[in-house]
């Protein structure tokens, strides 16, 4: 069981980059793929990318390949999402979440999800 924590959210400008962080409690974080997924007000939850347990293999949503890369450190307990060139549609509260299953795009194939941290483009 792990217990994903996401920080690094803020404020930033079109064009702009952020990285956020996703810390995760327990011993056996090396088990599990990670994601990251989005929501914005009035919307679903939207996938972003998602690493398998080693690392060895990422995928993006189309909306943000080139932009964003997902990476990970096992001895850490960390996932990061380095995000470059953002826009105003990237506004939204970002969710990390652990997957003992497979590293997929679907929110149903998620074990645990951390609180999110609230990312702001301004134009």
């Known amino acids: 069981q792990v217990q994903p924590v996401e920080s690094g959210g803020g404020l930033v400008q079109a064009g702009g980059s952020l990285r956020l962080s996703c810390a995760a409690s327990?011993?056996?974080?090396?088990?599990?793929?990670m994601g990251w997924f989005r929501q914005a007000p009035g919307k679903e939850h939207e996938f972003v990318a998602a690493?398998?347990?080693?690392?060895?293999?990422?995928r993006y949503a189309d909306s943000v390949k080139g932009r964003f890369t997902i990476s990970r450190d096992n001895a850490k307990n960390t996932v990061y999402l380095q995000m470059n060139s953002l826009k105003p549609e990237d506004t939204a509260v970002y969710y990390c979440?652990?997957?003992?299953?497979?590293?997929?795009?679907?929110?149903?194939?998620?074990?645990?999800w951390g609180q999110g941290t609230q990312v702001t483009v301004s134009s």
């Open positions: 690493i398998t347990w080693s690392g060895s293999t990422t």
């Open positions: 979440a652990a997957s003992s299953r497979s590293y997929g795009g679907g929110p149903h194939e998620y074990d645990y």
């Open positions: 327990g011993r056996t974080f090396g088990n599990y793929a």
